[in-house]
C-alpha cells in the first residue's frame, strides 16, 4: 500500500470539480507534495507543453504519483455537440502524459499513473448494474461513443505501457458527479448540476414552469464528489495495474424522481414540464459497486438524500 504523504503528486485537472475534491482528500491525509497546474499553465493536448509541465514539476524531481483528472467534459448535450473535440482531447491529452513519463524516465522510477475512465465506455446492451467484465464487450451508444470508446482506449495503452515498459497504473470509473461547487453551464454540466441550477433560477425568478429534456424515465446512478476523490485515492494507495473499477454511490434513482427531489428542497412550487421532442438517452444506466468493495476496501458514504440536500443549499447560498 501506498503512503501518499510520503508521494509527490501532480494532479492534473486539479481546479475541476473533481480536482478541487481529490485536493482536499490530500489535504486531509496529510499530504503536501501536491501540484495541481492549469490548463493556462499547460496544455496537454501539446506533447511539448505536456513534456515541459512533467520537466518542472517538483522542482525538476517530477511526481511520483500522477492523477489524471483532466478533460472536456459535459453530459448527453455536449457528447452530441463536440463528439470530435471529446475523442481528440481525451486520447491527446492521455497519450501526451503516458509518453512524457516514459520519455523523462517517471516510469523507471515508480509513477503510479491514475486514470479517470467513464461509465460511457460501458456496451449499449451491457446488463445492468454494470460490471468491469463488461467492457468489452460491445460499442457503447452511438450518441456518446466518441467519448467512451476514447477512454477505452487509453485503458488498453496502459496496458501495453505496463507490459512494454513496467508502468504501474490506476483505472477507475465513476458514475456522475455531483455536490457543492458543481458546474453550472447548461452546456457542459452533468446531469444533477444542472437540475439544481435550473431551479435555483427558477426559485429566484418567481418563473412558472421548469423545463427539461426527455421523458425523465431514464434511470442513472450518482456519486457525491468527495465519496468519488475518497475512491480516487484509495485507488492510488492499493492499485498497480490498470484493473477498471467502478466507483458509484451505489443508488438508482429515474431521472423524474430526481428533479422531484431537488425542486422540493429548492422550495420550487411551480410545474416541471418535460419535452419530449428531445431524446432520453439510454434508459438505464449504473454501475455495480461490488468490485470496490472487495479491491478497494471502499464504499461510498454519502446517501443521494443527504448530498442533494449539501448540494441545494450550497448553490442557493453560494459563497
Known sequence: ????????????????????????????????????????????????????????????????VLLHLAGFVGGLGANRQWPARFAYDTLAMALHLIEGCRAQGLIDRGLLFLQVGTMCSYPADAPCPYREESLW????????????????AILQVLEAYRLQHGLASAYVIPTGFYGPGDNANPATSHVVGALIHKYVQAVRANAPEVVHWGTGTPVRDFIHVNDAAEGLLRAAEVLSVPDPVNLTGGE????????????????????????????????????????????????????????????????????
Open 252 to 319: 438508482e434513482v429515474s431521472i423524474r424522481d430526481l428533479a422531484d427531489r431537488i425542486a422540493r428542497l429548492t422550495g420550487f412550487t411551480g410545474r416541471t414540464v418535460w419535452d419530449t421532442s428531445k431524446g432520453d438517452g439510454q434508459p438505464r444506466r449504473s454501475l455495480c459497486p461490488e468490485k470496490a468493495a472487495q479491491v478497494l476496501n471502499w464504499r461510498a458514504q454519502i446517501t443521494l438524500d443527504a448530498g442533494l440536500r449539501e448540494a441545494v443549499r450550497a448553490a442557493m447560498n453560494p459563497g
Open 137 to 152: 464487450r460491445g460499442r457503447p451508444d452511438p450518441e456518446i461513443a466518441s467519448y467512451g470508446l476514447s477512454k477505452l
Open 1 to 64: 500500500m501506498r503512503d501518499l504523504r510520503e508521494q509527490r503528486v501532480l494532479i492534473t485537472g486539479g481546479s475541476g470539480f473533481l480536482g478541487r475534491a481529490v485536493r482536499r482528500a490530500l489535504a486531509a491525509r496529510g499530504v503536501h507534495a501536491v501540484e495541481a497546474p492549469t490548463h493556462a499553465q499547460a496544455d496537454l493536448t501539446r506533447q511539448s507543453a505536456t513534456d515541459a509541465m512533467l520537466a518542472a514539476s517538483f522542482a525538476g524531481h517530477g511526481p511520483t
